[in-house]
């Protein structure tokens, strides 16, 4: 969970007289999730060294950027137990701001990524209101631009918050949003294999990955079984080889769209006339869909909205409910754009506009999203094919293949509901 976000100022310090410089970061706003910590001690969350620590990464150029610095890091602190998101804000006055987010080691930092980066754009324009307001010493407009940018890093936590309670189905589009945990689906869905092997393919593609949290969503879904193989004993040398922790995939899984049956059951039920236009819509989309050959850039698309705490809880909402353009309920947050995420939605088929006899345009949900489990009666020849395979890349031990053949068999009645 995250931990807070605090804001600093840095300062030179430059000695008048003497010359000599004794910088420092002065804490502008200090917000913290961990009821634990406050702007007194604050330092037991992220310490100086920390704090300059990762100032250093932002100002050095490492990432090779046009202007010498980065806007973005993430890492991990070495003084404190924690991971860091930090945004770097540097104004043509020479005004250098900080912003550092703070999460627990285990916390999946890269699903906050697009609250962060919008975070981040709302505080240029804080930050360039506070160093002109510091500068012409305007107290009134500071106390102001300070109180904004509270309520803006209050307003961050929060958001953060609500995405770190996911549901099933959003647990499901972590898997769908992210190109490693595809590429660990796609290599299951081949062969058991073991953690050791899937940790160098992910590190291939994120060298900072972290394969338990990457594996968190299958095994919570019930989709991926871990289990520990004995090795075997080279007859040559007396090695134990192939022993380990192995990943056996027991339940594939899809995104599926399905009709919105409770919109129509209402409609039909209320003798609703927009009851007609909105079978017809529906019958025409789903007359030439597949869920099985759905594109999957389209897939990652629909997983990135349901992964937006607006659009997934107006996307709840609209399952059961209808509602006139002119009226749409009040349920996204301050700074989304419903004009945007109402458009976003259209052109993934998800809702739909329809005009009543008065011409007053109403929106419905069209398509429901469900994922669709499958048992990978696939997997079953090709087990048997890397038992006999030579390849030593590709090749399984007997133990690995007798276990994977158990776990589908055990798992085969198991349902995985949503």
């Known amino acids: 969970m995250i931990q807070g976000i605090l804001t600093f100022n840095f300062l030179l310090n430059q000695n008048e007289t003497t010359g000599e410089i004794n910088p420092e970061f002065s804490p502008i706003q200090l917000v913290f999730q961990n009821e634990q910590f406050n702007e007194e001690n604050y330092f037991e969350?992220?310490?100086?060294?920390?704090?300059?620590?990762?100032?250093?990464?932002?100002?050095?150029?490492?990432?090779?950027?046009?202007?010498?610095?980065?806007?973005?890091?993430?890492?991990?602190?070495?003084?404190?137990?924690?991971?860091?998101?930090?945004?770097?804000?540097?104004?043509?006055?020479?005004?250098?701001?900080?912003?550092?987010?703070?999460?627990?080691?285990?916390?999946?930092?890269?699903?906050?990524?697009?609250?962060?980066?919008d975070m981040a754009?709302?505080?240029?324009?804080?930050?360039?209101?506070?160093?002109?307001?510091?500068?012409?010493?305007?107290?009134?407009?500071?106390?102001?631009?300070?109180?904004?940018?509270?309520?803006?890093?209050?307003?961050?936590?929060?958001?953060?918050?609500?995405?770190?309670?996911?549901?099933?189905?959003?647990?499901?589009?972590?898997?769908?949003?992210?190109?490693?945990?595809?590429?660990?689906?796609?290599?299951?869905?081949?062969?058991?294999?073991?953690?050791?092997?899937?940790?160098?393919?992910?590190?291939?593609?994120?060298?900072?990955?972290?394969?338990?949290?990457?594996?968190?969503?299958f095994v919570e879904l019930n989709l991926v079984r871990r289990d520990w193989i004995k090795g075997e004993k080279d007859k040559k040398t007396g090695v134990i080889k192939n022993q380990g922790e192995y990943l056996f995939l027991i339940k594939d899984i899809m995104f599926s769209r399905i009709p919105n049956e409770n919109l129509l059951k209402h409609f039909k039920d209320t003798n609703n006339e927009l009851i007609e236009p909105f079978k017809q819509k529906a019958i025409d989309y789903f007359s030439h869909y597949d869920p099985y050959i759905e594109d999957v850039e389209e897939t990652k698309k629909l997983a990135?909205?349901?992964?937006?705490?607006?659009?997934?809880?107006?996307?709840?909402?609209?399952?059961?409910?209808?509602?006139?353009?002119?009226?749409?309920?009040?349920?996204?947050?301050?700074?989304?754009?419903?004009?945007?995420?109402?458009?976003?939605?259209?052109?993934?088929?998800?809702?739909?506009?329809?005009?009543?006899?008065?011409?007053?345009?109403?929106?419905?949900?069209?398509?429901?999203?469900?994922?669709?489990?499958i048992f990978p009666e696939y997997l079953l020849p090709k087990i048997r094919a890397a038992y006999r395979d030579e390849d030593s890349d590709g090749k399984i031990t007997y133990e690995v293949a007798k276990k994977a053949l158990d776990l589908l068999e055990v798992s085969y009645p198991e349902k995985v509901t949503f």
């Open 121 to 217: 754009k709302r505080l240029d324009t804080i930050f360039d209101k506070l160093a002109k307001a510091t500068n012409t010493k305007q107290l009134d407009l500071i106390s102001n631009v300070n109180i904004r940018l509270m309520n803006e890093l209050k307003y961050t936590i929060f958001q953060i918050q609500r995405l770190s309670q996911l549901d099933r189905l959003q647990k499901v589009a972590l898997i769908y949003n992210s190109d490693v945990r595809l590429k660990m689906l796609e290599t299951l869905r081949d062969r058991p294999i073991s953690k050791d092997e899937m940790k160098k393919i992910v590190e291939k593609m994120k060298p900072t990955a972290n394969i338990d949290i990457l594996l968190r969503p």
């Open 304 to 373: 990135s909205i349901l992964l937006n705490p607006d659009v997934y809880d107006f996307f709840v909402l609209m399952r059961s409910n209808h509602y006139p353009l002119d009226k749409i309920p009040k349920i996204f947050s301050e700074f989304a754009v419903t004009e945007i995420l109402l458009d976003n939605l259209k052109k993934l088929n998800v809702i739909t506009e329809i005009k009543d006899e008065n011409k007053r345009s109403w929106i419905l949900l069209l398509t429901d999203i469900k994922p669709l489990t």
């Open 45 to 117: 969350l992220i310490i100086e060294n920390d704090i300059f620590a990762t100032f250093y990464q932002h100002t050095t150029g490492l990432f090779g950027t046009k202007y010498g610095f980065s806007n973005f890091y993430e890492g991990k602190l070495k003084e404190t137990p924690y991971q860091v998101v930090s945004y770097f804000k540097q104004l043509p006055d020479g005004t250098q701001y900080l912003t550092t987010s703070i999460f627990e080691l285990d916390d999946e930092i890269e699903l906050f990524e697009d609250i962060l980066k």
